[in-house]
């Protein structure tokens, strides 16, 4: 998980993830960001996303993000 929050943060360096608990309602991340953070997951995690796995729930916070992950790993 710390290197989701290393890429999170390199993309908002004024915001704190460990605080901030709801990433679309709250305003921070928007489309162009889960577009970067797709093609950073890609890269640093070497796992592609599907397009069926960009959903609002999968992005909504660090954890969904990381859970997302983790379980497209598994695949």
Same mark, same amino acid.
């Given at each position: 998980?710390?290197?989701?929050?290393?890429?999170?943060?390199?993309?908002?360096? @004024? =915001? %704190?993830?460990?605080?901030?608990?709801?990433?679309?309602? $709250?305003? #921070?991340?928007?489309?162009?960001?889960?577009?970067?953070?797709?093609? @950073? =997951? %890609?890269?640093?995690?070497?796992?592609?996303?599907?397009? $069926?796995? #960009?959903?609002?729930?999968?992005?909504?916070?660090?954890?969904?993000?990381?859970?997302?992950?983790?379980?497209?790993?598994?695949?």
């Amino acid at each position: 998980m710390n290197e989701l929050v290393k890429i999170l943060s390199s993309m908002h360096p @004024e =915001i %704190d993830f460990s605080v901030h608990h709801d990433l679309l309602d $709250e305003g #921070i991340l928007d489309s162009i960001d889960i577009v970067t953070l797709v093609g @950073e =997951i %890609d890269e640093v995690y070497g796992i592609q996303v599907p397009l $069926e796995e #960009i959903t609002p729930e999968n992005f909504s916070s660090v954890e969904a993000i990381y859970q997302m992950i983790e379980r497209l790993r598994g695949q």
